[in-house]
């Protein structure tokens, strides 16, 4: 059995590619025998080749995701191509993303999306409000599933010569791979991450710095931590080590969903509804604080409060995953009874 994957091709993006092997994980393990097809999702925007709707059409079924599908970057999709499509659509835990200051998106890129969804046999998403900006332009609610993000079911691998260091471990992500806005709050966000990071140093912490795009290396050095080891490895390994941290504050949404399903606590800081959308779907509104009401002293208090609270959050974000495995699995179990 063929199966056609559309998806997010930014492989220098640990979040991008971190998905991408969650997903082709899970359709693995639910189709043994199957053959994975890769097709870039901008192509969807520009228009698949002749080639590759042959090539979708000759599959068992054509599944989209997961990833924030739903953004300005890969609207409007091209309605010839969407219409070109034979064999069964599947949309795999998407998600709408929308960063601060962004422009709203256009009606005819929101009309695309509703055509990619009317032409979809099966419509899962990662969070309610993905499902929620679905609905309001006029998907109907029952044909949309919310099922969590797929990359919090990635399977880990511990690095070659690996060692635990440090007896407190908190490690720190920033957003600097393409968020037009990041700039404007650049100040507030180092200023308040150096200050999150010189107390806990002072307790005797261990700094990570977990890298998720090249571009980072541009502004990480910025950071004052006296000692920051910088963890940039591939997905599996990456997720591992968020797995031996007490706590990580992350921006990238990739950097606190792999730490999520690692089980470590988190804390965010929210450049994008995304951010938002994830802690609200795990039923913790109260992990984040968006990037322009950010300070030095409410960054503190909320890392001070959530490592205290380590061990409780550890013991939900556990459960929580189970959940998101469950609707999983009962999804897979629709496309399996889709294509028998």
């Given at each position: ?225 006296k000692k920051m080891q910088v963890v940039f490895r591939a997905p599996r390994e990456q997720k591992y080590i968020y797995g031996t941290m007490d706590m990580i504050i992350g921006m990238m949404l990739h950097s606190v969903v792999l730490a999520f399903g690692a089980g470590t606590p988190i804390v965010t800081v929210g450049y994008d509804l995304r951010n938002t959308s994830f802690v ?61």
């Amino acid at each position: 059995m063929t199966i056609a994957h559309l998806h997010v091709a930014d492989t220098k993006n640990r979040g991008d590619v971190a998905i991408v092997l969650a997903v082709q994980e899970l359709l693995r393990k639910k189709f043994p025998r199957c053959r994975i097809l890769d097709i870039p999702l901008d192509h969807l925007k520009k228009g698949l080749s002749r080639a590759e709707i042959a090539t979708i059409n000759r599959s068992a079924f054509a599944l989209i995701g997961g990833g924030g599908i739903y953004y300005r970057y890969f609207l409007p999709f091209d309605y010839k191509s969407i219409h070109a499509i034979t064999t069964p659509i599947v949309l795999f835990g998407v998600g709408y993303i929308r960063e601060l200051g962004a422009r709203p998106l256009a009606q005819h890129e929101i009309r695309s999306a509703i055509a990619l969804n009317q032409a979809a046999t099966l419509s899962s998403v990662r969070d309610d409000y993905t499902k929620a900006w679905l609905v309001r332009h006029g998907v109907p609610s029952r044909t949309v599933q919310v099922i969590g993000d797929p990359a919090a079911l990635l399977s880990e691998q511990k690095p070659q010569h690996f060692s635990r260091s440090g007896t407190i471990r908190v490690g720190v992500n920033l957003n600097y791979s393409g968020w037009l806005g990041f700039g404007r709050y650049q100040e507030h966000i180092i200023k308040s991450y150096n200050e999150v990071t010189r107390y806990f140093e002072s307790r005797g912490a261990s700094i990570f710095y977990l890298q998720h795009h090249p571009d980072e290396r541009r502004i990480y050095p910025q950071l004052a931590a006296k000692k920051m080891q910088v963890v940039f490895r591939a997905p599996r390994e990456q997720k591992y080590i968020y797995g031996t941290m007490d706590m990580i504050i992350g921006m990238m949404l990739h950097s606190v969903v792999l730490a999520f399903g690692a089980g470590t606590p988190i804390v965010t800081v929210g450049y994008d509804l995304r951010n938002t959308s994830f802690v609200r779907f795990i039923k913790h509104p109260e992990l984040v604080i968006r990037a322009d009401q950010l300070s030095s002293k409410s960054l503190l208090l909320l890392a001070q409060t959530v490592y205290r609270r380590r061990a409780a959050y550890r013991t939900d974000f556990s459960k929580r995953k189970k959940m998101i495995a469950r609707a999983h699995a009962t999804f897979l179990k629709k496309i399996q009874e889709l294509i028998v």
